[in-house]
């Protein structure tokens, strides 16, 4: 969370100091080349940027990594929170959140994660799982009721307490298993595992993808539709959830 708050923060201070000359500016293309400039030269080069017309005039809608703001068409005043569609009752910033989180995860190999799926499934869902975490162990206990529900599992790793701790080791024997299913299985039960090791782990992947997400503990789930669910839920209460989307 405080690196959340400090890039809004940042992105603030940019755009305070940013003046656009209106009068001057092509409305279609110099305006937005002028905004996306000034984030170019305040963010690294590898974070992502995108700017577009919001659905309310003289307002742009600033997607950062997987974050969602609003800034005003003049540069001055930037704005974190979210826009509905009184009409519709949409949240249109989480429909916006949903879209990002979605491509970013698409970004990550499918044969990275660890999944469990019945013959024939309706639902699939992303889990960022910690092995030491109650709640995620729980889940897991009862994996077969949501196969059962029609659901596919693709579990993450995001060990809560960060790189080069217990439940960071504990991902990566998961991974350097032969039998990764069983190997999470056997995790989750507290049983001790082999000190294999392997090559290009993607625990650091995972966890760089939550932290994006701003995950914030597990399970976090992620639907196929993008939206994020947070905490503990019975297969049932989930395959509702799922269904009502």
Sequence with gaps: MIRYLTMIACVTCVFGTMSLNSEEDDPGTTRVEAILSQLSEFFPNDTPI????????NLYTV???????YVSDDGKYLINGDLYDTASSENLTELERENVRIDYLNS???ASMITFAPPDYQHTITIFTDIDCGYCRKFHEEIE??????IRVQYVFFPRSGPETDSWYKAQKVWCSDNRQKAITK??????LSNKVCA???VQDHYNLGLMFNVQGTPTMLTDKGEMIVGYMPAATLRARLDSQ
């Design 108 to 110: 990550i190999s499918q």
């Design 50 to 57: 995108n700017l577009q017309q919001s659905p309310i005039d």
């Design 63 to 69: 997607k950062i990594g997987s974050q969602v703001f």
């Design 145 to 150: 009721e949501v196969l059962d529900e029609g």
């Design 200 to 202: 290009d782990d993607p």
């Design 187 to 192: 995790a989750k039960r507290g049983e001790e």
